[in-house]
């Protein structure tokens, strides 16, 4: 049901080292790699969480932004 034929979604299948590789190859990049994260941003104390997501109506965003405080970690993703 994602996918339509009148779909913008092109899924691209390809072996990277890191995520910076593909900063201008793409609007959006969604990294699904999980623990193999630590090796694409190159930080090995990346450790697995449970989280929360919570989806918003706000069209006004068109940046993924993140955030790490004393807090915790979060971040926004425009759909």
Same mark, same amino acid.
């Given at each position: 049901?994602f ?6 979604v092109k899924?691209i299948k390809k072996?990277i ?10 609007d959006? +990049?969604?990294?699904? &790699?999980g623990l193999a994260? %630590?090796?694409? +941003?190159?930080d090995? &104390?990346?450790?697995?969480a %449970?989280?929360?997501v919570l989806?918003?109506?706000a069209?006004?965003i068109k940046?993924m ?6 807090d ?6 425009p759909?």
């Open positions: 049901r996918l339509s034929e009148d779909s913008r899924f072996k080292h890191s995520l910076i590789e593909l900063k201008d190859k793409a959006v +990049v969604i990294n699904c &790699t994260s %630590r090796d694409l +941003v190159g090995q &104390t990346l450790r697995p %449970r989280g929360q989806r918003v109506h069209p006004w940046s932004y993140a955030f790490d405080t004393e915790g970690f979060g971040y926004v993703i759909q």
